[in-house]
């Protein structure tokens, strides 16, 4: 009987023991299942989180792309705008410079003054005085815009009438920019020894003297005077100052 009661104790832990055992089963079966509910619901989560920032991202690239159309749309029209506007002016001055060359041709052949509005004739030519200021480079490249240069002096005469209708001093088109004291004339004919207006001084340096202490750079562009006086003479001046011109 002893036996039996001990048996029948052991049987009873063991049953016991298989109670407990079950109960821990069971709570480690819960523990994983809410695990694997809580790790479903954090995936859903991070899921609806990425489609949602993949909704924004393609969102994102729509708008750039609408931009990016609209953008090269705008460019592409200012471009066209340019290149038409850049054409028109080329035929425009074309125009220009054809009815400046009629009119000279008239001029010669008929004797009278046929030159455009604030032009002035003298002897089979047209002239031109700016009433702007700019530096001879700027010069020559505006008198182009209009139909003409800077004015080359090819006489006396010419000289005469170019400075007695200027109370300043102004740009003319000669300059020795290539070679120092090599002076040309816009069209590339180098100066004559016999017409040639230079400021003669009997006690001093004549022009051109390439004054250098004020632009250490030198002078290399023609002008009729200086600044402070007379304007009957060339002097050589340094090309970035401002002044009228002669076309
Ligand atoms: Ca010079
Ligand atoms: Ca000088």
């Known amino acids: 009987m002893d036996s039996l009661y001990e048996n ?9 023991s298989g109670e407990k055992c079950s109960r821990y089963k ?10 694997e509910v809580y790790l479903s619901k954090r995936t859903k989560v991070l899921l609806i ?3 949602v920032c993949l909704v924004f991202a393609l969102g994102g690239l729509c708008i750039l792309g609408i931009l990016y159309v609209r ?15 850049k054409e028109e002016f080329y035929v425009l001055r074309n125009q220009h410079k054809k009815t400046l060359e009629k009119l000279s041709r008239l001029n010669h052949s008929t004797g009278c003054a046929l030159c455009a509005v604030h032009w002035i004739h003298s002897g089979g030519k047209c002239y031109y005085y700016s009433t ?30 170019v400075t007695s209708n200027v ?48 632009h250490p750079d030198g002078e290399d562009c023609a002008s009729l005077g200086h600044p402070k006086g007379e304007t009957d003479f060339w002097m050589d001046a340094y090309c970035f100052e401002e002044k009228k011109f002669c076309v």
């Open 167 to 214: 109370e300043e001093t102004h740009w003319i088109g000669l300059n020795d920019l290539d070679t120092e004291g090599h002076w040309v004339w816009v069209n590339n004919q180098p100066v004559s020894n016999s017409v040639e207006f230079w400021k003669k001084r009997e006690n001093d340096i004549s022009e051109p003297d390439n004054w250098t202490k004020v």
């Open 71 to 85: 953008v090269s749309v705008l460019l592409s029209a200012k471009k066209t705008n340019g290149t038409n506007y």
């Open 26 to 35: 069971g709570n480690t079966v819960m523990q994983e299942s809410e695990k």
């Open 8 to 16: 029948s104790s052991f049987i009873l832990r063991t049953v016991a």
């Open 49 to 51: 989180v990425f489609a």
């Open 132 to 161: 702007v200021r700019m530096n001879w480079t700027q010069s020559r490249d505006h008198c182009v815009t209009l139909g003409g240069h800077l004015v080359i002096i090819n006489s006396k005469a010419e000289q005469d009438f």
